[in-house]
């Protein structure tokens, strides 16, 4: 069975998540970074008056991080993050799902693979992206941002 997936690069590797846990995708805004934020969070960015917190995705998956006005942030549906990648490729269907293998560097974040246009393609699940502990810190580093930039509309 077919289901729609967002696939995207990170380094040299591809990923998918299902279409339904996407809410955007944007080009890479500017990013403020308040000070002591965890390494694998790039930055917040503001959209409609709402602060996100910007998973830097090659930095999780021990890619070389780098910060490149070509890259794109993926906004996910029902959370307040978003995952900045190399590179959005394509919304599309995937078919022939596999486990992925065990001992997989993938393997806290995916439980599949797939195949687009003859590679293989680790299907992310969105919600295991963090840990509970990250989840709360991250929660914590939310409120001040968006307490900031209320205090910039409020001013």
């Known amino acids: 069975m077919d289901a729609s997936y967002l696939i995207f690069r990170v380094g040299r590797d591809t990923f998918a998540l299902p279409a339904q846990q996407v809410r955007e995708v944007?080009?890479?805004?500017?990013?403020?970074?308040?000070?002591?934020?965890?390494?694998?969070?790039?930055?917040?960015?503001n959209l409609g008056g709402k602060s996100f917190a910007v998973l830097d995705l090659p930095c999780m998956f021990e890619q070389q991080s780098r910060l490149d006005l070509n890259q794109h942030v993926i906004l996910l549906r029902h959370q307040a993050i978003a995952c900045?990648?190399?590179?959005?490729?394509?919304?599309?269907?995937?078919?022939?799902?596999?486990?992925?293998?065990?001992?997989?560097?993938?393997?806290?974040?995916?439980?599949?693979?797939?195949?687009?246009?003859?590679?293989d393609v680790v299907l992310l699940d969105s919600e295991a992206l963090l840990l509970e502990e990250e989840k709360l810190r991250l929660e914590h580093f939310q409120k001040l941002a968006q307490t900031r930039l209320q205090a910039w509309h409020n001013g």
């Open 84 to 119: 900045l990648v190399d590179r959005v490729l394509d919304f599309g269907l995937l078919s022939d799902l596999r486990p992925l293998p065990e001992g997989h560097l993938f393997n806290a974040w995916a439980k599949n693979l797939s195949t687009y246009q003859n590679q």
């Open 26 to 45: 944007v080009a890479r805004p500017a990013l403020t970074s308040p000070p002591g934020l965890p390494k694998i969070i790039a930055g917040f960015i």
